[in-house]
């Protein structure tokens, strides 16, 4: 009978111990090193497939873990991403989160040492004393200018538009679309602090004027965001929703329902606008109700900003609701989009 690899190594080293006494202690420990590697060797070789799968899904935690920490880096006079967006978890596009009890932020610890900036979001649905301004605000007592919009002609009006992909007016930032490393843009100042992407200005003031026209005082804040604060943001909301009991990963995607993602964020180009008015200055669902919040919705596109998360398309947008959050995309294709009713990432798809 053929002799397994245990009986050889065992009948070698024991005949050389009999034949040398004094090699018996190092034979056995040979013999115990040779069968212990072997039978080591042996059980990973059987069970290769359970201990490759267990490795997989450790490196997908831990690197899901440390999303939020991504590096970053400063290119061209703009902060950008580095890799940030590999270990977003895909399921949380599906399920939004629902409505959670209000968490005293006495019972929460928050580990930020800008202090300053916490002080400006003391709410995110609440920027009523937080560096905001109204059309009356931002020309002072200049004298008001005309900020009308040019109108298209009938012959241009007839034309089918045509879309480039490659339009800074039409760049698609979501939690798939972070902003590209090499994206450049030149800030404008509004008003004081506040700043967006300098091409925008003349129709966001034009916007302001017309709404005033028609009886509306329309404020805006936070425009643009540096990639500082809208980690602060979003941090800070990971830990409101720990501090509700959540772990770390069931916070992470319902944050990502209400505050975008860094470096996903369309504030960070300078596209984006938060707008309320001088009657309902919480940024809540509550706005879409107002006159306002109906009037931006009719008369938005206009002026080329379109109501970027529409209720009805959470399920493509992945965010919630916001009635108050305006996007320039340019006059065109906000016409487009509100006559079609659809939203941003539903245009890419037909017109790009």
């Known amino acids: 009978m053929k002799r397994t690899f245990r009986e050889k190594v065992m009948f070698k080293c024991m005949g050389i111990a009999k034949k040398h006494k004094l090699l018996k202690y190092p034979c056995l420990f040979i013999m115990t090193v040779m069968l212990g590697g072997y039978y080591i060797c042996r059980h990973f070789a059987t069970n290769g497939k359970r201990y490759a799968g267990i490795a997989f899904a450790l490196l997908f935690f831990m690197s899901s873990c440390s999303f939020s920490f991504a590096v970053f880096t400063e290119q061209n006079g703009f902060i950008s991403t580095q890799e940030t967006y590999n270990a977003v978890v895909e399921d949380s596009d599906v399920a939004l989160a629902i409505e959670r009890e209000a968490v005293s932020e006495e019972n929460v610890l928050l580990d930020f040492d800008e202090e300053e900036i916490l002080k400006e979001y003391e709410s995110e649905e609440d920027f009523a004393n937080v560096d905001s301004y109204t059309l009356d605000d931002i020309l002072g007592d200049e004298e008001e200018s005309d900020y009308t919009v040019e109108q298209e002609t009938t012959e241009e009006m007839s034309q089918v538009p045509v879309f480039a ?26 008003k004081g602090s506040m700043q967006c992407d300098e091409r925008i200005i003349s129709d966001v003031l034009a916007m302001l004027q017309a709404a005033k026209k028609d009886g509306i005082n329309l404020a ?25 009991g959540y772990s770390y ?23 984006a606008l938060d707008i309320f008015s001088d009657t309902y200055t919480s940024l809540d669902e509550g706005f879409g109700e107002t006159a306002a919040g109906k009037w931006l919705a009719e008369h938005s596109c206009e002026y080329g900003f379109i109501l970027r998360y529409p209720e009805g398309k959470e399920y493509i947008t992945s965010i919630e609701y916001e009635p108050w959050h305006f996007r320039y995309v ?15 990432e539903e245009f890419w798809d037909k017109y790009l």
Not at 165 to 187: A, G, S
């Open 220 to 244: 805006i804040c936070s425009p643009y965001r540096d990639l500082n604060r809208q980690e602060i943001l979003f941090d800070r909301k990971i830990t409101l929703y720990m501090g509700q």
């Open 165 to 190: 992909q490659d339009d800074w007016r039409l760049l698609l930032v979501n939690k798939q679309h972070p902003i590209p490393e090499d994206y450049t843009f030149t800030l404008g100042t509004i």
């Open 330 to 344: 340019g006059k065109e294709a906000a016409t487009i989009i509100m006559k079609e009713n659809i939203c941003l």
């Open 249 to 271: 990963m069931e916070a992470y995607k319902t944050a990502s329902q209400t505050v975008t993602i860094p470096g996903a964020s369309e504030h960070q180009i300078g596209l």
